[in-house]
């Protein structure tokens, strides 16, 4: 055999690559050890080995990462959800409003205290489920452009937050909405939600679909999917995981306030981004988006344990969301060129 044929064989075998997530784990792993190296030399101390510290940065990114599992689905399909962060906000006063406790005197609703914790649930979940329902419409059966249709609803649903109470704070939870958010509380029910949607995303239908219409919306359409239907699903159910976080946020603080949740739509678009999930559809999965939310909170812990000034911070997490996409951008051209 010639030394061409030789050379054409070994073009022509298929290379083998890591898994997407897998390199995001190692992109992780080579963070947080330039964070440990940079303790030492300016801090005198460890970054990781310190419990308390990776509990907090643990739980501050957990409530949008709950979110970030719905934003994932949303993006894989081929939209947007850019309503997320004014979800949190509204639903957190709703369900809030019917948790109240009666020994509170200026309850928003007075008849309608001391409820089990499974009814603000379960309104809250509804208030989301409706604006899901929305953008699903509006974007399934309109054809309005997911960013246009996400970013109507997200101004009209924070006017509706900021509407509701008149701009008031609501407090006074009772102690069964207020253990949602308690403790370790808010991890467990990232896990579970990420547990969940992995295996649907992977295993299901559901997931399938999902990633058919990402891939070629009129090619899911000719093999049988009713990708407007799946839409509207997708959308409501991305709807409902901002309201749970949105619940989970103010049971954890104790009071909601109309401001709650301003910008998490963008953290939980740039977890799902920088755990490799695709702007353009079709790719990506909720471990990365998981494994990416860690990246997102360590980033965040890091800068400030080294004490770096929050603008600093800003303007590099852009950065980073910008390299994700860059480099998202060049895989999908390779993959085009193989």
Same mark, same amino acid.
Not at 166 to 189: C, D, H, L, R, Y
Not at 297 to 301: A, D, E, F, K
């Given at each position: @055999?010639?030394?061409?044929? $030789?050379?054409?064989? +070994?073009?022509?075998?298929?290379?083998?690559?890591?898994?997407?997530?897998?390199?995001?784990?190692?992109?992780?792993?080579? $963070? =947080?050890?330039?964070?440990? #190296?940079?303790?030492?030399?300016?801090?005198?101390?460890?970054?990781?080995?310190?419990?308390?510290?990776?509990?907090?940065?643990?739980?501050?990114?957990?409530?949008?990462? #709950? #979110? =970030?599992?719905?934003?994932?689905?949303?993006i $894989?399909?081929?939209?947007?959800?850019?309503?997320?962060?004014?979800?949190?906000?509204?639903? /957190?006063?709703?369900?809030?409003?019917?948790?109240?406790?009666?020994?509170?005197?200026?309850?928003?609703?007075?008849?309608?205290?001391?409820?089990?914790? !499974?009814?603000?649930?379960? !309104?809250?979940l509804?208030?989301?489920?409706?604006?899901?329902?929305?953008?699903?419409?509006? *974007? /399934?059966?309109?054809?309005?452009?997911?960013?246009?249709?996400?970013?109507?609803?997200?101004?009209?649903?924070?006017?509706?937050?900021?509407?509701?109470t008149?701009?008031?704070?609501?407090?006074?939870?009772?102690?069964?909405?207020?253990?949602?958010?308690?403790?370790?509380?808010?991890?467990?029910?990232f896990?579970?939600? =990420?547990? *969940?949607?992995?295996?649907?995303?992977?295993?299901?239908?559901?997931?399938?679909?999902?990633y058919?219409?990402? /891939?070629?919306?009129?090619?899911?359409?000719?093999?049988?999917?009713?990708?407007?239907?799946?839409?509207?699903?997708?959308?409501?159910?991305?709807?409902?995981?901002?309201?749970?976080?949105?619940?989970?946020?103010?049971?954890?603080?104790?009071?909601?306030? /109309?401001g709650?949740?301003?910008?998490?739509?963008?953290?939980?678009?740039a @977890?799902?981004?920088?755990?490799?999930?695709?702007?353009?559809?079709?790719r990506?999965?909720?471990?990365?988006?998981?494994?990416?939310?860690?990246?997102f909170?360590?980033? !965040?812990?890091g800068?400030?344990?080294?004490?770096?000034?929050?603008?600093?911070?800003?303007? !590099?997490?852009?950065? #980073?969301?910008?390299?994700?996409?860059v480099?998202?951008?060049? +895989?999908?051209?390779? +993959?085009?060129?193989?």
């Open positions: @055999m010639s030394s061409q044929d $030789i050379s054409a064989s +070994r073009a022509a075998r298929p290379q083998r690559r890591l898994p997407t997530e897998v390199n995001i784990l190692l992109v992780l792993i080579g $963070i =947080a050890l330039v964070f440990e #190296i940079l303790g030492w030399i300016f801090q005198g101390q460890s970054f990781l080995f310190s419990w308390n510290r990776l509990k907090i940065m643990i739980l501050q990114v957990s409530v949008i990462g #709950i #979110i =970030a599992v719905g934003v994932t689905q949303v $894989i399909s081929g939209g947007i959800d850019l309503s997320s962060g004014s979800v949190v906000g509204a639903v /957190a006063m709703v369900a809030m409003s019917f948790a109240q406790v009666s020994t509170y005197a200026r309850a928003v609703y007075p008849g309608l205290t001391d409820l089990p914790m !499974i009814v603000p649930l379960l !309104i809250g509804g208030c989301g489920a409706v604006v899901g329902l929305i953008n699903g419409w509006l *974007i /399934a059966y309109t054809k309005i452009p997911p960013f246009i249709a996400t970013l109507g609803t997200m101004v009209t649903v924070r006017g509706f937050a900021k509407w509701y008149k701009g008031q704070p609501v407090s006074f939870p009772t102690e069964g909405f207020a253990w949602i958010g308690s403790g370790m509380m808010p991890v467990v029910i896990i579970l939600v =990420a547990a *969940i949607f992995h295996v649907a995303m992977k295993y299901t239908r559901y997931g399938k679909f999902t058919a219409i990402g /891939a070629n919306a009129q090619a899911a359409r000719v093999s049988g999917i009713d990708v407007e239907r799946h839409l509207v699903k997708v959308y409501v159910i991305a709807a409902m995981l901002a309201a749970l976080a949105g619940m989970v946020v103010a049971a954890r603080g104790q009071t909601a306030q /109309a709650m949740g301003l910008a998490y739509e963008l953290d939980a678009i @977890m799902a981004v920088i755990g490799g999930v695709s702007l353009n559809g079709g990506g999965s909720i471990l990365g988006t998981a494994i990416g939310m860690v990246i909170g360590v980033i !965040i812990s800068f400030t344990f080294l004490r770096l000034d929050a603008y600093y911070q800003e303007m !590099i997490k852009g950065a #980073i969301v910008v390299a994700a996409v480099a998202d951008v060049h +895989r999908q051209r390779k +993959r085009r060129k193989a």
